[in-house]
């Protein structure tokens, strides 16, 4: 803000600026990243909406949490490499499927060989 500006005349000037501006009650914020997510705690978030754009502004307590780097392999996808490569060994299986990233052609040529 402007600083010594009164708060209502700072209101009508961005009012005749076609500015709009709107409190949104929220009791966290996440931002989910590629590699981490910030999380925002107790936040203050406002609308701004200004000639058809939307803008965000948020404040709070922030902080980051690291995403789990392991991949997700469902019992189908164990199921489906055990049928193709006659191993019925489910950690070696869960293994060969995490050492291709969960790709299952990979784990299967894996197994094989």
């Known amino acids: 803000m402007i ?3 009164d708060p209502r005349a700072m209101k009508r000037m961005m009012e005749s600026m076609g ?4 409190e949104i009650a929220a009791g966290r914020v996440v931002i989910e990243g590629k590699d981490s997510d910030i999380v925002i705690d107790n936040p ?3 609308l701004i909406e200004m000639q058809g754009n939307k803008i965000f502004q948020i404040t709070g ?3 980051e949490k690291p995403k789990a ?10 199921k489906l490499v055990k049928e193709q490569t ?9 293994a060969a ?6 790709d299952i052609a990979g784990a299967i ?5």
């Open 97 to 102: 499927l995490e050492e291709s990233n969960g």
């Open 44 to 46: 203050n978030v406002v």
């Open 61 to 63: 307590s922030i902080s």
């Open 109 to 113: 040529l894996k197994l094989k060989s």
């Open 69 to 78: 780097s392991g991949t997700e392999i469902s019992d189908e996808d164990i």
């Open 19 to 22: 500015m709009k501006n709107t």
């Open 3 to 5: 600083p010594n500006m």
């Open 86 to 94: 006659g191993i019925n060994d489910d950690s070696a299986v869960r």
